[in-house]
């Protein structure tokens, strides 16, 4: 109840809204945290623009990504006659030879799609970007929050359908480390040091890929009595103890693939002559 003796209002932080809205807590600092809490959003905003500028070169180099028997993961299904034509590789021939734009640039949509949307991803382009909020405990810089509500981070729902996107591409690249055991004839018994790039690729691929949380949600997350469903169970507690190392084998698996095209790029460009174990 007033009694008109109540002392002036003296919040320093002008009238908006965010966190520096009047209501919130009356902390003048933007925080007060004194360890190098920008270091790890640096670090991880460095990590994404160098993924970024390496795939963009070479998703419109549309050269140098077949080396037999190994097609560079950012190209694989082969889809235009360019794969062909320009690399003496496999070819589906989906486009015909009017398709002169790097198949690349379609193939890619998908797993940076599953990627762009991943949980994990929002988390780290969210703080490094965006500055949403930048760290723990830190004030971000925007005055309202609607969250993904809106657009465009409304499109974030997407995401538990890109993950089925992502397993084709990943029973593709699967495909293409079974072939890497081929040689440059197709005759099968080869293993050269790409057949082990393209192996550790598919493996953290796929670890990547099931550990997601919509891969969590779509096998128990939908299950009232787990007694009922001992496999699927199992499944999920399997996924569940993936699921807790996803931030690590997303970028484990973001290295391995750019890995893997570089090295196809290597082969290709005749810079390396591929090791053979037999």
Not at 38 to 52: M, S
């Amino acid at each position: 109840m007033a009694t008109g003796t109540e002392p002036p209002d003296t919040d320093p932080r002008p009238p908006g809204g965010g966190v520096r809205s009047p209501g919130r807590a009356a902390i003048a600092a933007r925080h007060l945290r004194t360890d190098r809490w920008w270091l790890a959003p640096a670090v991880t905003a460095a990590g994404l623009l160098a993924f970024v500028a390496y795939s963009t070169w070479r998703a419109f180099a549309n050269a140098d990504y077949y080396a037999a028997p190994y097609v560079s993961p950012f190209y694989s299904p082969c889809l235009a006659e360019n794969c062909r034509t320009m690399q003496g590789g496999p070819n589906a021939d989906l486009f015909g030879s009017w398709w002169a734009i790097s198949p690349a640039i379609i193939i890619l949509i998908f797993p940076l799609g599953f990627r762009l949307t991943c949980y994990y991803y929002r988390k780290a382009y969210y703080r490094s970007f965006w500055a949403s909020p930048p760290a723990c405990a830190v004030a971000e810089p925007h005055r309202t929050y609607t969250g993904e509500s809106r657009l465009p981070l409304i499109l974030q729902n997407v995401h538990r359908y890109f993950f089925y996107a992502a397993l084709l591409v990943a029973g593709v690249l699967t495909y293409d480390t079974v072939l890497s055991f081929r040689d440059e004839h197709h005759a099968w018994g080869h293993m050269g040091l790409g057949t082990v790039v393209f192996l550790v690729n598919i493996v953290l691929i796929w670890s990547y890929t099931l550990s997601c949380h919509s891969c969590r949600h779509i096998v128990g997350g939908r299950l009232r009595h787990f007694s009922r469903h001992p496999v699927r169970y199992r499944m999920w507690q399997f996924i569940g103890r993936m699921n807790a190392h996803h931030m690590l084998l997303a970028w484990a698996s973001l290295v391995s693939v750019a890995l893997a095209d570089f090295y196809v790029y290597l082969l290709a460009s005749g810079v390396l002559d591929d090791p053979r174990f037999f």
